[in-house]
């Protein structure tokens, strides 16, 4: 009798050290751990004077994971550019009561496309880091920027070549709305 019982005390004993040791290990999993991305402080974010777009690109080769994070930047950026200029476009039309107003913001957003492809060559590298991983790949960040001034003197200088555009265009009223706008991005 006295074996059974050492035997049940130790089965017991060694079930509640397992049962210990695994809820730490369910705890340990559960655990969550901060990333802290690099490039992340204010002055790489967009503000009421500069569009700013941050990226990565990883590869084994150093040159390759630039080209992958300056691409994908250039996208973002033209994305956010496209986007301040749609608002500020549907904006202007209905202040403005352009006579025909769906051609007019078709055409002008047709345009604004072109400008921020073109005028993406422009851009500027404002911030950069490179690791290299544990894998022995690269992975390299970028934040680039262009500024509110290129984007309206390249949106101006087609505008004024387009005489139709140019008829409803006012290029003030224009302007206040676009900084408007841009105000509120550094909020």
């Known amino acids: 009798m006295k074996k059974s019982l050492i035997i049940a005390s130790i089965a017991v004993f060694l079930l509640a050290l397992n049962s210990c040791s695994h809820s730490k290990k369910l705890e340990n999993a559960t655990k969550s751990t901060e990333v802290i991305l690099p490039l992340t402080g204010k002055e790489y974010q967009s503000d009421k004077d500069n569009f700013r777009a941050k990226q990565s690109g990883k590869s084994i080769d150093l040159a390759t ?24 476009t549907d904006q202007y039309t209905n202040q403005r009561k352009v006579d025909s107003a ?24 404002i911030g950069e880091k490179t690791f290299i991983e544990t894998d022995k790949s690269y992975t390299y960040w ?42 509120k991005i550094s909020k």
């Open 102 to 125: 769906q051609s007019f913001e078709n055409k002008f957003e047709e345009l604004s496309r072109l400008v921020v492809n073109q005028t993406l060559a422009d851009v500027k590298i």
């Open 142 to 183: 970028v934040v680039i920027e262009m500024s509110k001034t290129a984007v309206l003197d390249a949106i101006n200088s087609k505008i004024t070549k387009d005489e139709k555009l140019k008829l409803d265009y006012d290029k003030k009223s224009f302007e206040e709305i676009f900084n408007s706008e841009m105000e």
């Open 65 to 88: 994971s630039k080209k992958i994070a300056l691409q994908n930047a250039k996208s973002e950026l033209a994305s956010n550019i496209q986007a301040i200029v749609k608002t500020v």
